[in-house]
């Protein structure tokens, strides 16, 4: 690796850690450095995913104030999360690479469509609700089955799946956009968490630790930046930012 390479890798690092605080795709930016520096995509993949968890740590750290009272449906969330994980990170390493290249672009566009259409569902929700203070049995459970299968693809490939996350609970909860965005730098964490230790301990070997070195300590202080900066965001304008995100997300998956 050149000292050249090694900069714009540590570049991407500081762009992903800022943009997985605030949006959650921040993989798109270090993936396809890695890849245009000729490394396999699966080894990209484990890289990527084991240096982006210094700045998840830092960027959920930054969001910490959001996370307040958010507990009782975290506690649920959380397992949901990790074994989610866990069965994504597995099937990384068993089924052909070709296959996220299908499934990415839709759950994508999906993911878009529920964070534009989030106030008419958080309206609608709150009509139909009696004002209750917890989540109703079924809206949990659907809650939880959700969280699981953004865990799932999380620990498959990583990218985007703050945007599904924030989909996901946009559509389900009465809760402002930047609290949901606490909870989704805390769920992201954990699943990057359990896919880095599935990559480190089944496949050692297929892990770049000077490209994984160099996104940790970019993405660490990236985190810092978005998490400072992001919270000063309008739910309008933070919205917004994540269509345009995602938008760019899917033009490059699809290229």
């Given at each position: 690796m050149?000292?050249?390479d090694?900069?714009?890798i540590l570049?991407?690092?500081?762009?992903?850690g800022?943009?997985?605080a605030?949006v959650?795709?921040?993989t798109?930016?270090?993936?396809?450095?890695?890849?245009?520096?000729g490394?396999?995509?699966?080894t990209?993949?484990?890289?990527?995913?084991?240096?982006?968890?210094?700045?998840g740590?830092?960027?959920?750290?930054?969001?910490?104030r959001?996370?307040?009272?958010?507990?009782?449906?975290l506690k649920?969330?959380?397992?949901?999360?990790?074994a989610?994980?866990l069965?994504?990170s597995w099937?990384?390493m068993?089924?052909p690479e070709k296959?996220?290249?299908?499934?990415?672009?839709?759950l994508?566009?999906l993911a878009?469509?529920l964070?534009?259409?989030q106030?008419r569902i958080?309206?609608?929700?709150k009509?139909?609700s009696?004002e209750?203070?917890?989540?109703?049995?079924?809206?949990?459970m659907l809650?939880t089955?959700?969280t699981?299968?953004?865990?799932?693809?999380?620990g498959?490939?990583t990218a985007a799946?703050?945007i599904?996350?924030?989909?996901?609970?946009g559509?389900?909860?009465?809760e402002?956009?930047?609290r949901m965005?606490?909870?989704k730098n805390?769920?992201?964490?954990?699943?990057?968490?359990?896919a880095a230790?599935?990559?480190?301990?089944?496949?050692?070997?297929q892990?770049?630790?000077a490209a994984a070195?160099?996104?940790?300590?970019?993405?660490?202080?990236?985190?810092?930046?978005?998490?400072r900066?992001?919270?000063?965001?309008s739910?309008?304008a933070?919205?917004?930012?994540i269509v345009?995100?995602?938008l760019?997300?899917?033009?490059?998956?699809?290229a």
């Amino acid at each position: 690796m050149s000292g050249l390479d090694a900069f714009f890798i540590l570049l991407a690092g500081i762009g992903a850690g800022a943009i997985n605080a605030v949006v959650g795709s921040g993989t798109l930016i270090t993936f396809p450095t890695l890849v245009a520096f000729g490394m396999p995509p699966v080894t990209a993949t484990m890289s990527n995913a084991v240096g982006l968890v210094a700045g998840g740590v830092s960027g959920t750290w930054g969001y910490r104030r959001e996370l307040s009272g958010q507990w009782d449906r975290l506690k649920w969330q959380i397992p949901a999360s990790l074994a989610g994980a866990l069965l994504g990170s597995w099937l990384l390493m068993h089924l052909p690479e070709k296959l996220f290249e299908t499934i990415v672009p839709v759950l994508l566009v999906l993911a878009l469509a529920l964070v534009l259409l989030q106030p008419r569902i958080q309206a609608w929700a709150k009509k139909r609700s009696t004002e209750e203070t917890t989540l109703s049995t079924k809206r949990l459970m659907l809650l939880t089955a959700g969280t699981f299968a953004v865990g799932i693809y999380g620990g498959y490939f990583t990218a985007a799946q703050g945007i599904l996350l924030i989909g996901v609970m946009g559509a389900i909860l009465p809760e402002t956009l930047q609290r949901m965005n606490g909870a989704k730098n805390l769920l992201s964490l954990l699943v990057n968490i359990v896919a880095a230790g599935m990559y480190i301990t089944l496949a050692f070997d297929q892990i770049n630790w000077a490209a994984a070195g160099l996104i940790a300590v970019g993405s660490l202080g990236g985190g810092v930046l978005g998490a400072r900066y992001g919270r000063r965001l309008s739910p309008t304008a933070l919205r917004y930012t994540i269509v345009v995100v995602g938008l760019i997300g899917l033009w490059r998956l699809l290229a």
